[in-house]
Nanobody, 115 residues
Framework: QVHLVESGGGLVQAGGSLRLSCAAS????????MGWYRQAPGKERELVAT???????STADSVKGRFTISRDNAKNTVYLQMNSLKPEDTAVYYC?????????WGQGTQVTVSS
């Protein structure tokens, strides 16, 4: 079994920064994709950014230039540095780990950006 534990969410004013972390534990295939998704109230879950174990990144247009994803493969941990936060970034942020057809999700961490 695989567990994902997220941390770093909270309340911040517009223009501020937050850093999310997600640590994975358990039986993890070394070649994988880790990333972040978010879901705002009344909206569908959407991709924020993903990063493969080989270093390939995918980032949503809405956060490009403001959010940076990184990972520590040795620690099975992925980070999301969020700068210049906007009220529309308010959502529950979910960590994701996947390989082949296997998909794991964290419990989610709330990010609230006040105007």
């Amino acid at each position: 079994q695989v567990h994902l534990v997220e941390s770093g969410g909270g309340l911040v004013q517009a223009g501020g920064s937050l850093r999310l972390s997600c640590a994975a534990s358990g039986s993890i295939f070394s070649i994988n994709v880790m990333g972040w998704y978010r879901q705002a109230p009344g909206k569908e879950r959407e991709l924020v950014a993903t990063l493969t174990s080989g270093g390939t990144t995918s980032t949503a247009d809405s956060v490009k230039g403001r959010f940076t994803i990184s990972r520590d493969n040795a620690k099975n941990t992925v980070y999301l540095q969020m700068n210049s936060l906007k009220p529309e970034d308010t959502a529950v942020y979910y960590c994701n780990l996947r390989w082949s057809m296997i998909n794991y999700w964290g419990q989610g961490t709330q990010v609230t950006v006040s105007s």
